[in-house]
């Protein structure tokens, strides 16, 4: 079946400028998860959904992140003002559920570079 | 939070030769995969191994929950085995939510011809 899948692939955007990042997890998985890959970072997780639900957001880098899932699959993150800090590859994983060790499986990512 | 520590974090091997991968983590897990990323960044499953052992070809894993490490063992590598290989644990959640996955530096792994 398919995979996780995101939009856009690549985006390069404008300091101060807003971004909008689309995630299509698996059909089926309950479970949504942002992550971001950067050179100085590494993989870092930012937030999941359980359902709508996400219940902690204190993995968000700052104030100007925020995501919202809508009917239990598409979930957008959105970056207000972009820094150049900012840029990134940011990846989306999916898996059934949560809270008990369940696989997760990644999409392709969406390269962000902010000028 | 947890630690997970890669080793090594370089790795460069002739075509044929076997070679052992080694993750290491500082807390109970409920989750624990091995993945490789290729050279367009897409993370592809390996294993997901929280205990026990597991082989798909020529890929093999370990993991031994107990003592807080997992081993990703590679027979035979060949110049498509290239690239980076990340181990990545979940830890026993706190009522019931997810911490996410937390990932290793990786092994950058190159094999030569």
């Known amino acids: 079946g398919a995979g996780v899948s995101q939009s856009p692939s690549n985006k390069v955007t404008e300091k101060g400028k807003d971004v909008e990042l689309r995630c299509d997890p698996i059909s089926g998985h309950t479970a949504l998860y942002w992550y971001r890959q950067s050179l100085g970072q590494g993989l870092e997780f930012l937030i999941y959904f359980q359902g709508n639900s996400a219940p902690d957001k204190s993995g968000l880098p700052s104030d100007r992140f925020s995501a919202e899932r809508t009917g239990g699959s598409v979930s957008t993150l959105t970056i207000q003002r972009t820094q150049q800090e900012d840029s990134a590859v940011y990846l989306c994983?999916?898996?059934?559920?949560?809270?008990?060790?369940?696989?997760?499986?990644f999409g392709p990512g969406t390269r962000l570079t902010v000028t | 939070g947890i630690q997970v520590e890669q080793s090594p974090p370089d790795l460069i091997l002739q075509e044929g030769a076997n070679s052992t991968l080694r993750c290491n983590f500082s807390d109970s897990v409920n989750n624990l995969q091995w993945f490789h990323q290729n050279p367009w960044g897409q993370l592809i499953n390996l294993f997901y191994?929280?205990?026990g052992t597991k082989q798909n070809g020529r890929l093999s894993a370990t993991t031994v929950a107990t003592e807080r490490y997992s081993l990703l063992y590679i027979s035979s590598s060949q110049t498509t085995d290239s690239g980076v290989y990340f181990c990545?644990?979940?830890?026993?959640?706190?009522?019931?939510?997810?911490?996410?996955?937390?990932f290793g530096k990786g092994t950058h792994l190159i094999i030569q011809p």
């Open positions: 994983a999916s898996s059934l559920r949560t809270g008990g060790g369940y696989e997760q499986y």
């Open positions: 191994i929280p205990s």
């Open positions: 990545a644990v979940e830890r026993v959640g706190s009522g019931g939510g997810a911490d996410g996955l937390t």
